[in-house]
């Protein structure tokens, strides 16, 4: 009960903070990307120094971290990947889902970062727009994100990797990051309660450009599944118990 409240506690002020941030540099995140990533930044320190101390998670980042633009296939277990894969990288972009375009504050500043929204009921569609907007998005640079899986998957859990950062990868012609993790043991992706200890976000060899997308694909989900089982290991957690 006592991990419940603190849990509770966390995510009130986790997105208390948040909300200040947010209002506060909206009047500058409207006319400058870099005031709407500084805004994103801070919120990133404060929530990993707020779950440190309050809920007992603690957090790394393992591995050389991209500076140029490249684009990054993550594994994705829950929003603390995301908090920690945006706080280190020094331009990110993310794909993702069109309907957080419409969420209060996250929709304005993911604008304004050159985030790519993309519609997964049309499926095909969508992935033509996604690879349209993604060219558009290469005059300003950056570290572009993708989770291949398309959601939160909970440790021990399996979805396929999708196609569509195998065509991002054919078409963009830049080295493609893979990253592991283990936060989802700590921060599950269903449910309030926040659980104490290291959660750490891997950033891996680049894979170059140059291999077919059956190749790549194959790759990609190797490193990341295989990188991501031995940091859950690491966490104390064996395969069967993972979920």
């Known amino acids: 009960m006592f991990r419940w409240i603190r849990s509770l506690l966390f995510v009130v002020l ?3 903070g948040m909300a200040v941030l947010g209002f506060s540099f909206a009047p500058f995140a409207l006319f ?3 005031a709407a990533v500084r805004a994103c930044k801070l919120f990133c320190i404060w929530a990993r120094w707020l779950a440190g101390w309050l809920v007992g998670i603690r957090t790394e980042v393992r591995g050389p971290i991209p500076t140029g633009e490249v684009l990054i296939a993550s594994k994705h277990q829950s929003f603390l990947d995301i908090i920690l894969i945006f706080h280190v990288l020094p ?3 993310f794909i993702m889902k069109r309907e957080l375009m419409w969420t209060p504050f996250i929709g304005l500043y993911a ?3 050159g ?3 993309v519609d997964r009921a049309k499926r095909g569609g969508a992935l033509a727009k996604m690879v349209r907007d993604v060219m558009t998005e290469r005059r300003d640079p950056g570290q572009l994100v993708i989770y291949p899986q398309g959601t939160r998957v909970a440790p021990g859990d399996y ?5 569509g950062i195998g065509i991002l990868y054919n078409e963009l012609e830049t080295p493609c990051v893979p990253v592991a993790t283990n ?4 921060w599950p992706r269903k449910g309030l309660t926040k659980y104490p200890g290291l959660a750490v976000v891997e950033f891996l060899e680049p894979v170059e450009p140059g291999l077919s997308r059956r190749e790549f694909m194959t790759e990609i989900e190797a490193q990341v599944e295989r990188q991501s089982t031995v940091l859950m290991r690491e966490a104390g957690y064996e395969a069967d118990e993972l979920r």
């Open 14 to 16: 986790m997105y208390l």
């Open 32 to 34: 400058s990307r870099n």
């Open 91 to 93: 331009r990110p972009k």
């Open 111 to 113: 604008r304004r970062m």
């Open 115 to 117: 985030c790519i929204p």
């Open 159 to 163: 979805k396929p990797y999708k196609g």
């Open 183 to 186: 936060v989802g043991l700590f």
